[in-house]
């Protein structure tokens, strides 16, 4: 306990228990943490393992058979896993390519954007497209970049990765997205009007847990991965990644990876998982294509972070806190 005169009074006084006055990061704090409704009203998540190949309208054929699927079973939300439309592999983003600008593409430009609206439409669904390789072709760039449409077909945002996956394992795995993808440069919050507002990354994105928390901190009750984790790193961190970022922030999170094909170049992991504000996964897949389920409801949120108030709690006297730096947000 620290004494009148101690030097280490002021700094080691907590910002949850103030002597006079409550300071605003305590304020801030409950704003943000356990007094808001991050989300307004229970829904139905569908993460769709999809079966993907080479054939990219066999794999929007497939894609709408299994949405159409989930959310005759009650979805509002369905995820599509990374690169569902084409395999994954730097030899295949060009060829697989789409372009996104000007906003709508035309059918020719981006088959994918149009099949995209027209299932989100049909479903009456949010629909969170996975990934595609997109082609930009004013700076003749690519990149992995997620769509986001509302059930009456509007694209409400797009995500481009923000971290590229590259990696090497010795006689493990190599993989350099960025010798043909560049990044994003955007945090993607996105507003579901009638639920609150989701958070979308993709994949080797979620291991840079700042994008998370900054989402979290900034309201979102649900961050979404579409992911292809590989049989290396799948097996080591993918459902650790998953309750790691749950767990830190106090939100849903849903991972949603294509099922594993043996012939393909890369193995995806599988495993598409979601998990709860305490971590605790509510619904795992195998390998094979499959779809998983989750009700999620803002009750699970606020008894979480009523339990154990890390929300109330950070020291924003002691390390800045990053949501509220200069942060970049997709509009
Ligand atoms: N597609 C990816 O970003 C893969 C990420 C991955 O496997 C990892 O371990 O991270």
């Known amino acids: 306990m620290a004494e009148a005169g101690d030097p280490l009074a002021d700094t080691c006084a907590p910002t949850n228990t103030p002597s006079n006055q409550p300071s605003a990061h305590f304020l801030h704090n409950l704003t943000h943490g356990i007094m808001a409704k991050l989300l307004k009203k229970p829904l139905k998540l569908a993460c769709v393992q999809l079966s993907t190949g080479a054939d990219k309208a066999a ?28 395999p994954y592999g730097t030899k295949y983003f060009p060829k697989y390519a789409e372009t996104l600008q000007p906003s709508p ?41 997620s769509l986001i449409f509302g059930p009456d077909g509007n694209l409400l945002a ?26 994003g440069n955007k945090v993607t919050l996105v507003d579901l009007p009638e639920y609150g507002k989701i958070a979308v990354a993709i994949c080797y994105d979620i291991r840079f847990p700042e994008l998370a928390m900054i989402a979290a901190r900034q309201g979102a009750f649900l961050l979404l ?11 080591l961190h ?20 294509p099922a594993r094909d043996m012939t393909a170049d890369y193995n995806a992991w599988g495993h598409s998982l979601i998990v709860n504000p305490n971590a ?10 499959d779809i998983v389920y989750a009700d999620l409801d803002g009750d699970t949120i606020e008894q979480t972070r009523k339990g154990i108030p890390i929300y109330t709690q950070r020291r924003f006297d002691v390390y800045p806190d990053v949501s509220q730096g200069d942060v970049k947000f997709t509009e």
């Not at 894609?63 to 896993?81: F, H, I, M, Q, Y």
């Not at 993918?238 to 990876?257: E, F, H, I, P």
Request: glycine share 6%; aromatic share 8%; charged share 25%.
């Open 280 to 289: 605790q996964v509510l619904g795992e897949l195998d390998e094979k294509e």
């Open 105 to 145: 593409p035309t059918e020719a430009q981006s088959p994918t954007f149009h099949a995209l609206s027209a299932l989100a439409k049909e479903s009456k669904a949010y629909l969170i497209g996975g990934s595609i390789p997109e082609y930009l072709a004013d700076t003749d760039k690519h990149y992995n970049t």
């Open 59 to 86: 794999n929007l054929a497939r894609a709408r058979s299994k949405v159409l699927e989930a959310t005759s079973k009650g979805a509002n939300v369905v995820v599509l896993p990374e690169c569902f439309n084409s």
């Open 158 to 183: 797009t995500h481009r990765k923000v971290h590229l996956f590259d990696i090497d394992i010795p006689g493990k795995i190599r993989f350099q997205e960025s010798e043909i993808l560049s990044p």
């Open 238 to 257: 993918w459902k650790l990644q998953a309750r790691a970022r749950a767990m830190d922030n106090q939100v849903y999170v849903g991972l949603c990876s």
């Open 225 to 235: 991965y579409p992911g292809a984790f590989n049989l290396t790193t799948g097996e």
